[in-house]
């Protein structure tokens, strides 16, 4: 089946854990693994299509695709190469300069107007609580009152922005993986940014928090305060080995 897939799109560029990315010419196939939610992929070129109104730097989004039970979306191809690769050179004056390059972006793509569009972060973020069988009643209650005292806001956020989504091809960055674009607090966003740092290496978050609270001005508590929160749908959805830093995040709850 692969094989099939490989002769209508082209050859296999990415995988993820929802989706293959095959690539051919100037397209590109994000095929969605089999019993994706059609929901999402929906969602997905919906974002996509309004980002492309406002000139993000994403790549554009042309049809949605259904082949052999599995939805797809076929896309620009995205130039260059993952920011990722920067952080395995050992070098921590490069990775240093390389998560000031990200910061700066992040928070340029923050200021973008015109997003009323989007979908509310803090809703999305009341959904997944609500849906996470892995909270008990009270840390669940504990979070969602929260998440009520928390800001509401009108930046963009990514909700995912990380090096291995942010490409570079010499002149240009392209932003992929937009399915969690939200409208709300840019300091939730740095909140999931810190957190996917913290999965890799300690220090890289830390130097990421400190740099992104210099340059947005947003004090680092106001961030702390997303992290409990989006901790909590984190919970037993992240591999095993990553629950003690999730549980780590939670501590201000009470619970752990």
Not at 222 to 236: D, I, M, S
Request: overall charge negative.
């Amino acid at each position: 089946m692969s094989d099939d897939f490989e002769k209508l799109f082209g050859p296999v560029v990415g995988h993820g854990s929802q989706a293959t990315v095959y690539a051919k010419g100037d397209y590109a196939v994000k095929l969605y693994r089999e019993g994706y939610l059609k929901t999402s992929v929906f969602s997905e070129s919906y974002i996509m299509a309004n980002l492309e109104r406002m000139d993000f730097p994403g790549p554009k989004v042309y049809e949605v695709l259904l082949v052999n039970g599995r939805y797809g979306l076929r896309m620009d191809r995205v130039k260059g190469a993952s920011m990722l690769k920067d952080f395995h050179v050992g070098d921590a004056e490069s990775c240093k300069k390389t998560l000031d390059a990200l910061v700066d972006i992040q928070c340029r793509l923050q200021g973008y107007e015109q997003s009323r569009w989007a979908p509310d972060l803090k809703q999305r973020f009341y959904d997944d609580l609500t849906r996470n069988e892995s909270l008990s009643a009270g840390l669940r209650e504990k979070l969602l009152q929260l998440l009520a005292g928390l800001p509401d806001g009108e930046a963009l956020c990514h909700c995912d922005f990380h090096p291995d989504n942010v490409f570079f091809d010499g002149e240009n960055y392209t932003i992929i993986d937009l399915l969690q674009i939200s409208r709300g607090d840019p300091a939730a966003d740095a909140a999931c940014s810190y957190t996917a740092y913290s999965f890799g290496n300690h220090d890289i978050a830390e130097y990421y928090l400190a740099r992104y609270c210099a340059v947005s001005g947003i004090p680092e508590e106001h961030v702390r305060r997303w992290l409990t929160v989006y901790a909590g749908t984190l919970l037993g959805q992240v591999p095993e080995e990553l629950t003690p830093i999730v549980k780590q995040f939670l501590a201000p709850a009470g619970v752990f």
